[in-house]
């Protein structure tokens, strides 16, 4: 079902998401201590359970490298930490996967995409990450890692950038989906 937002936008080898999101699920609770109450951990430990989850699918078979979607300096220094590292850490510690979080940054950050529709989402992040090094990731089958994947505008905009390296692989891996 997440395979149906990139349709006809960027091509995406595999997605995948460990719940569908749901604002008053138990679950949700964690992902808003994770990214709002300072607990990093909470992040590491999901990416964990994701990654021996879908390992059972062989889902990070050929994948090669893992890239946390950026937050600007400024929100990462409020927070203290990128949620999305924090995740793919947990990815890395089951998969073995390296992760390289100086490939992408987010150079742009307008407000949150909470409470904003589709279009808005799209033109929120658009513009919002630069590619800092094609080379390192030219050739390379990459997982993109996000906490929450609503529309995908983040992480389409995210990958556009990817995707100016030469022959170039991308699946993406969200703890939450949420349902259209």
Known sequence: MMNRLYWKQIPIEKTSALFFYD???????AIYDLKYHHCPEIGVSLGEIAAREFN?????EGIDMIIP???TKKRQHNRGYNQSMMIARGISNVTGIKINNKIVKRTLFKESQTHKDVIDRKENVKDAFSIINTKAI???HILLVDDIVTTGATTIACSQQLMKAEDIKISIVSLGFVKP
């Open 56 to 60: 059972n699918e062989n889902f990070f």
């Open 69 to 71: 979607v950026p937050l």
């Open 23 to 29: 604002a008053q699920a138990p679950v949700s609770k």
């Open 138 to 140: 030219a050739n390379h």
